[in-house]
């Protein structure tokens, strides 16, 4: 009796071993990303609570920016080429037009900008995103979800014209995790039609094989400035983790974030400013006759503006951070609006597998990328997402096309401002609104590309949107 009893157990253990065993392989196997798949194809389809509105099927390759003669052409070829930080050390980067940053594009606004892409030898292919411009669907450049990667030898034109005013960069959406690191990404500042005066400064942060650089400064950066002077700084971060700056010897206020003015909001005495991966914070001030400096900290970088171009920075000590949430204003009547549809997203570390590969991954409403969520709106909803940190990371979370209004952090109402790269702390929640204006499909994601790379991600459909790209190894588009 007892030895069969013994058999019975024995048999049930082996048996639930294989069970086990063969949901493991079917887990595994059925995680594995195919060669080329449409972005569509995958994901579970959120409404938001509303029943999808249905139209005719659009497809993303019609929705190009305008035709005509452009106002500002740029061409930009892709390649590799060494470059020398002003300390004189050399980085084997990957470049526009042989630097990194690529050239700085500044153009008004309203203007039609035509851009060229050419490709010389980045082997995986490359392409240009304009981060923070809410430019057509088939002109944001990612691979796979709005046009195909440029490979060795090819081109790709982009055209737009920009409506907002403001700081954004560009960067490449093929490989972005090891294309932005390498230097594939560059300044793109869209100025008033009216020119301001005094001295205006477009300062992108990048680590460069472990070398923190303002532009190509990675050590102290000295100006002459004449005392009186305008000064409007461009502070971009465009490294996967956030930057702060130190900033001493001016009465400094932040006028603009992620591209979008605020009433100038005064920085106190001491206090720092956080930027999150991509993030984009405009500081203004007025010279003094005395040293000003911009440092980034942790790192030798620093911009030193004096009036003789000479002098030393006080050292200081690290402060509280800026909180925008507490100080500017300008984007009202959110609070009491109907939302048309509500979204939740969070995000999480899961064990299961990621393209075959075990382990703790990203999860976005508990799913593995591709089982993410897809959000589909309808054009002029007014949506709102509740995004909720459950992860011990800062997640930068970015969408594309769009701007979000923050609305409220962890429950409570904050002073409304606007971003598209939005620095979520770890445990941080969010209620962010934004105004589906912009048809196609866009990418949500982390802006930590690394974090991208590793399945955080996923995307944004207009109801009846449909792309002739695909995502994969055979297709060579791989847009993280
Ligand atoms: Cu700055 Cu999806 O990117
Ligand atoms: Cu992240």
Redesign the pocket.
């Known amino acids: 009796m007892k030895k069969h009893l013994g058999n019975a157990l024995t048999t049930a253990a082996m048996l639930a071993g294989l069970a086990l065993l063969g949901f493991l392989a079917f887990s595994w196997w059925q995680s594995r990303l195919p060669g080329s798949y449409d972005v569509m194809s995958y994901g579970a389809i959120d409404d938001g609570g509303a029943p999808p509105v249905a139209h005719e099927h659009f497809s993303v390759a019609g929705l190009t920016g305008p035709k005509g003669r452009p106002d500002v052409s740029v061409k930009l070829t892709a390649e590799k080429a060494p470059i020398r930080l002003a300390s004189g050390q050399k980085v084997d980067a990957w470049t526009f037009n042989g630097r990194a940053p690529g050239p700085e594009i500044r153009v008004r606004r309203g203007q039609l900008v035509q851009v060229t892409l050419a490709n010389k030898d980045i082997d995986d292919g490359v392409t240009i995103?304009w981060?923070g411009l809410d430019v057509p669907n088939a002109e944001d450049g990612?691979a796979g979800v709005t046009q195909n990667a440029v490979e060795e030898g090819g081109h790709y034109v982009y055209r737009f014209r920009p409506e907002q005013v403001g700081t954004f960069?560009y960067?490449t959406?093929q490989d972005?995790d090891q294309g932005v690191k390498q230097g594939l990404f560059g300044v793109l500042v869209v100025e008033p039609m009216a020119k301001r005066n005094g001295l205006d400064l477009a300062l992108p942060v990048h680590t460069f094989a472990g070398h923190t650089a303002i532009g190509t400064h990675d050590d102290a950066w000295r100006k002459a400035v004449q005392a009186g002077t305008q000064v409007r700084v461009r502070l971009i971060n465009t490294d996967s983790a956030s930057a702060r700056f130190r900033l001493a010897g001016m009465r400094p206020a932040v006028v603009a974030i992620d591209g979008a003015e605020i009433p100038p909001a005064r920085i106190p005495l001491g206090e720092e400013i956080e930027i999150g991966a991509?993030g984009r914070y405009d500081i203004a001030f007025v010279m003094r006759s005395q040293v000003a400096s911009i440092e980034v900290v942790n790192s030798k970088a620093k911009l030193v503006l004096s009036p003789d171009g000479t002098g030393n920075i006080s050292e200081a000590t690290s402060g509280p951070v800026f909180d925008p949430g507490a100080r500017t204003s300008g984007y009202t009547g959110y609070a009491a609006a109907k939302f048309d549809r509500t979204f939740d997203l969070t995000i999480s570390k899961k064990v299961g597998f990621l393209n075959g590969r075990p382990g703790r991954h990203w999860a976005l409403n508990g799913e593995l990328y591709p089982r993410v969520p897809m959000f589909e709106v309808s054009k002029g909803d007014l949506v709102r997402i509740n995004l909720d940190n459950d992860s011990s990371s800062a997640h930068p979370m970015?969408l594309?096309g769009h701007h979000f209004i923050v609305l409220t952090r962890d429950g409570k109402a904050v002073s409304p401002w606007s971003t598209d790269?939005l620095l979520m702390l770890p445990h941080e929640r969010y209620s962010v609104a934004f105004r589906v204006n912009n048809p196609g499909l866009w990418?949500l994601?982390c802006?930590n590309l690394k974090h991208?790379a590793d399945g955080l991600t996923m995307h944004l459909m207009y109801a009846s949107v449909t792309t002739p790209y695909r995502v994969g190894k055979s297709a060579h588009n791989d847009?993280e």
């Open positions: 995103h981060h990612v960069w960067h959406h972005a991509g970015h594309h790269t990418m994601h802006h991208a847009p």
